[in-house]
């Protein structure tokens, strides 16, 4: 089994900067895309951003999309997630998602962390 924790969340004000960290085990990076979501109370879980398993191509959700940048795998044994101009709405808990193929949907993904709370509020 795969197994991936994530770090690096806690409350930032409107505007501020946090770095996620997924730890992998083993030589996961070098088999599996990597990516994350996130998810605030009540609502669905998202996609954020996403990375393929060789590291040359990186995907994004609109919503993150020239504020978030995803780096890491590959080589690796952390995927990262650098989140700027951080808004109160970016407010959820972030997961870090392993899969064979592709991270993009949520139904499809194979291995899970168990998520870091990311706030951001005044």
């Known amino acids: 089994q795969v197994q991936l924790v994530e770090s690096g969340g806690g409350l930032v004000q409107p505007g501020g900067s946090l770095r996620l960290s997924c730890a992998a085990s083993?030589?996961?990076?070098?088999?599996?895309?990597m990516g994350w979501f996130r998810q605030a109370p009540g609502k669905e879980r998202e996609f954020v951003a996403s990375i393929s398993r060789s590291g040359d191509s990186t995907y994004y959700a609109d919503s993150v999309k020239g504020r978030f940048t995803i780096s890491g795998g590959n080589a690796k044994n952390t995927v990262y997630l650098e989140m700027n101009s951080l808004k109160p709405e970016d407010t959820a808990v972030y997961y870090c998602?392993?899969?064979?193929?592709?991270?993009?949907?949520?139904?499809?993904?194979?291995?899970w962390g168990q998520g870091t709370q990311v706030t951001v509020s005044s």
């Open positions: 998602a392993a899969d064979v193929f592709v991270v993009r949907e949520a139904r499809t993904i194979d291995y």
């Open positions: 083993g030589r996961t990076f070098s088999n599996y895309a």
